[in-house]
């Protein structure tokens, strides 16, 4: 099982299972706002109280500096891009989409089964299934690393 972006390079974050871990955002009316930044913020503000005027530079050059490691190399993730929901009964084989709503891990859907019970089978690389309404809202991501 290889699994491709577009791109044609192999997912950051591919799990044996075919789950991609992704990174965290913020995306606000399309535009993602990378978790990166919230470590900066969290480096600079707590320490702000400490009165040292470089110190809150300092620590939000190394919360990057940490939080870059942590998704390149210790627990890597995908930066994935959240695009407009839509039913699962549309997805397409190929297709990424996040697994649990709007945050989270990322699948690429294998193949689509409507049951004559009226749930929607989903299978995704590397053997998951699973199975919901046909109207059930998914949340379709494109995967940028």
């Known amino acids: 099982m290889t699994m491709r972006l577009p791109a044609g390079g192999t997912p950051r974050g ?5 789950i991609v871990r992704t990174t965290g955002w913020l995306q606000v009316e399309g535009t993602p706002i990378s978790s990166g930044l919230w470590a900066v913020l969290a480096g600079l503000f707590l320490t702000v109280p400490f009165g040292v005027p470089w110190l809150p530079f300092l620590f939000a050059a190394l ?6 490691t942590w998704t390149l190399w210790v627990r890597p993730s995908s930066r994935a891009l959240n695009l407009e929901p839509k039913p699962a009964a549309e997805l397409l084989p190929g297709e990424w989409f996040r697994l649990y ?5 990322v699948g690429e859907v294998d193949a689509l089964q409507l049951d004559p019970d009226g749930w929607l089978r989903v299978w995704l690389h590397g053997g998951r299934e699973l199975t919901m ?3 059930y809202p998914v949340r379709p991501v494109e995967l940028r690393d």
Do not use: D, S, V
Request: aromatic share 10%; proline share 16%.
């Open 133 to 135: 309404a046909p109207g």
């Open 63 to 68: 919360a990057f500096a940490a939080w870059k």
């Open 14 to 18: 591919l799990c044996p299972n075919g």
């Open 101 to 105: 709503g709007t945050a989270g891990p």
